[in-house]
């Protein structure tokens, strides 16, 4: 294989593999009022619907009937700003803004005895970029990942003391990836995928102001399956178009939370501790049901992804009995070395502060609205550590994002 063609190989590979991972690197646990205006330090004090994602262990001890809340997210990606050069050739862009809405739901039934059970309608992660400029798009023309998560759970209350929960994560995620280069190659991939996992947790309460909780969501692999149509003009074999099914597996890592809530007369605080074993994330390989396809883009490329730490902090206030008030901070590291750090996913560690607030409308009805703005660090990246090429710095970027909700109280 000449090494033009090689180096096209590479490129497009590692512009599927980012795309399919950002749920992963990007993750949205944002996904009601309460989580979003909290920095998502809301575990061990998950006290309404949304218990049934965020805690189902939690869902025996709050007061009254079934819940409901339903919710709609907003997000709005900023341009990421690249100052630098690829390969030795000054490569300035800026990516293009991106903006979504995105609905949620969350049901939490009344009590059957010590059982309760609970269904989250969620979109936990997801994500899409483009950049502008020829060497960019060559790798990021465009590239988007939609996933949604349905995921029913129960609990079962032992005492005042102590509950357990769990559900079972259903996912489906549908991805696509263009990439482009004048002359050389074009590439239109796209794919989707029905996976299952699951979720457990626990909650103790030592006294009636304290609860410390754990939850873990399992690993689950995207394998997503689609097709692959395109051509490629240089190198040897050159082909003028092809059109083939193929496919590529991509984990979302496992995530263990740890969670301690307190409650001082009227206010809350939580800190969360959260470990997400992005580890899992070592190789990318694809597969082309095209053997000659398969000779060119099919070899595996290392990704080499690091486990990484989050602490989150919230802190939620009665303001009376209309008013709720809450804000929330977290500090995220990104997964991602230096060495594959691409276009396609240029993560930094991130600042995220939050704030938001219920309003009690009746008894039964509450409105709910959260902002969050998700600061990312500047990075700087070199070549030859960084194996794109890339010697620059990557700056801006992060995420807004606005809530609003209803929930109602049966």
């Not at 990421?80 to 050739?89: D, Y």
């Not at 550590?385 to 620059?392: C, L, M, R, S, T």
Request: proline letters at 5%.
């Amino acid at each position: 294989m000449q090494k033009s063609t090689l180096w096209i190989r590479m490129t497009a590979l590692s512009a599927l593999g980012a795309t399919l991972a950002m749920a992963s690197a990007y993750k949205l646990p944002e996904q009601s009022t309460r989580s979003m205006a909290l920095s998502a330090a809301y575990v061990a004090g998950a006290d309404s619907a949304d218990a049934s994602y965020f805690n189902p262990a939690n869902m025996g001890w709050i007061e009254g009937n079934a819940l409901v809340e339903a919710g709609l997210n907003y997000i709005h990606l900023p341009e990421i700003e690249f100052r630098g050069s690829v390969g030795g050739v000054p490569s300035d862009d800026n990516s293009k803004t991106e903006d979504f809405l995105i609905p949620y739901f969350h049901y939490l039934s009344s009590a059957h005895g010590a059982w309760r059970y609970g269904l989250s309608l969620v979109a936990p992660g997801g994500l899409s970029k483009r950049w502008t400029k020829p060497i960019q798009k060559m790798k990021a023309e465009e590239f988007t990942l939609k996933i949604f998560e349905l995921n029913p759970s129960v609990s079962y209350t032992f005492s005042d003391t102590f509950s357990i929960g769990g559900g079972i994560r259903v996912l489906y995620a549908d991805g696509k990836v263009k990439g482009y280069l004048k002359n050389a190659y074009a590439e239109n991939m796209t794919g989707d995928t029905v996976e299952f996992g699951y979720n457990l947790a626990l909650s103790y309460r030592p006294e009636p102001a304290t609860t410390l909780s754990a939850t873990y969501r399992s690993k689950v692999d995207l394998g997503l399956e689609g097709s692959s149509k395109g051509f490629v003009a240089i190198g040897s074999p050159q082909l003028p178009y092809y059109d083939t099914d193929g496919g590529v597996s991509v984990p979302l890592p496992a995530t263990l939370a740890l969670a301690a809530a307190h409650t001082f007369a009227d206010t809350t605080v939580e800190i969360v501790y959260e470990r997400t074993f992005w580890s899992s994330y070592e190789k990318l390989d694809f597969h082309f049901d095209d053997k000659t396809v398969d000779a060119i883009f099919g070899q595996p490329i290392d990704k080499d992804w690091k486990d990484t730490n989050t602490v989150r902090i919230g802190v939620t206030h009665r303001l009376n009995e209309k008013w709720t008030v809450m804000a929330g901070y977290a500090w995220d590291e990104t997964p991602i070395p230096e060495k594959s750090l691409a276009f396609e996913l240029p993560d930094a560690d991130a600042n995220i502060f939050s704030a938001g607030a219920i309003m009690q409308v009746n008894k039964d009805t509450e409105a709910g609205f959260a902002i969050l703005y998700d600061h990312k660090s500047e990075r700087d990246i070199h070549a030859p550590a960084n194996e794109n090429g890339i010697d620059g710095t990557f700056k801006k970027g992060g995420a807004v994002l606005a809530n609003f909700s209803i929930g109602y109280r049966f």
